[in-house]
């Protein structure tokens, strides 16, 4: 059980390109979300999902942009890089079921991304 | 909408003394309120959760909290911190209602356990 993945850890781009940041959970959850680090700004949701096919903006979602074919992944893409998107981007996913244990959110370790 | 704010940025304490760290939230509706930490260069992982019941809830390695409704805070405790929890920690609050997922999260503590 690999839990959330993140893939790639590092990035470096440079202003203008596009790239896909990949999120992966083996857990069945439902909810999967993006969100981005920025040192003294706690944690911004981009985009969040509850299901396959379902998908909504969160507090930042200018320059990204989200899809959910499958339960398992959610793939988030920046379609013209700018250095104010330099963060360290965060996945997490839960279940939307009843009970104690579903309220948990499980994070991903994380992708850091420099644009130049 | 909710926010949630973390009154401090940094605290340091020394091994083996008590700490709390400070959370407050503003809701218009009822609330589930959690704290998390991230050790250097990890993800974040759930140390404690206030979903309903007793107003006082622990971690399995010793930090408490206590939600209090009337002051709408949610101050993390623990008696006596180690070189190991030196961490960021992170409150966060989202909606209790149906089909609300979404968490609001504070501006974080970075907790510096001097020894």
């Known amino acids: 059980n690999a839990g959330v993945t993140q893939t790639p850890k590092f990035q470096v781009l440079k202003t203008g390109q596009s790239m896909t940041l990949q999120c992966a959970q083996d857990?069945?959850?439902?909810?999967m979300s993006w969100y981005r680090q920025d040192p003294g700004m706690g944690l911004r949701l981009i985009h969040y999902s509850v299901g396959a096919g379902i998908t909504d903006q969160g507090e930042v979602p200018n320059g990204y942009n989200v899809s959910r074919s499958t339960t398992e992944d959610f793939p988030l893409r920046l379609l013209s890089a700018a250095p104010s998107q330099t963060s360290v981007y965060f996945c997490a996913s839960s279940s939307t079921g009843t009970g104690f244990s579903t309220d948990t959110q499980y994070f991903g370790p994380g992708t850091r991304l420099t644009v130049l | 909408a909710q926010s949630v704010t973390q009154l401090d940025s940094q605290v340091p304490v020394f091994e083996e003394a008590p700490v709390e760290l400070r959370c407050n939230y503003s809701?218009?509706?009822?609330?589930?309120l959690f704290w998390y930490v991230q050790y250097p260069n990890q993800g974040l992982q759930l140390l404690l959760k206030y979903l309903s019941g007793s107003t006082l809830v622990e971690s399995i390695n010793g930090f408490e909290a206590e939600f209090n409704k009337s002051q709408t805070s949610f101050h993390l405790r623990k008696p006596s911190v180690h070189i190991s929890d030196t961490a960021e920690y992170f409150c966060a609050v989202r909606d209790s209602g149906a089909g609300s997922y979404q968490l609001t999260f504070g501006k974080g503590t970075k907790l510096s356990v001097i020894p």
């Open positions: 857990m069945n959850h439902e909810y």
């Open positions: 809701s218009s509706v009822s609330v589930y």
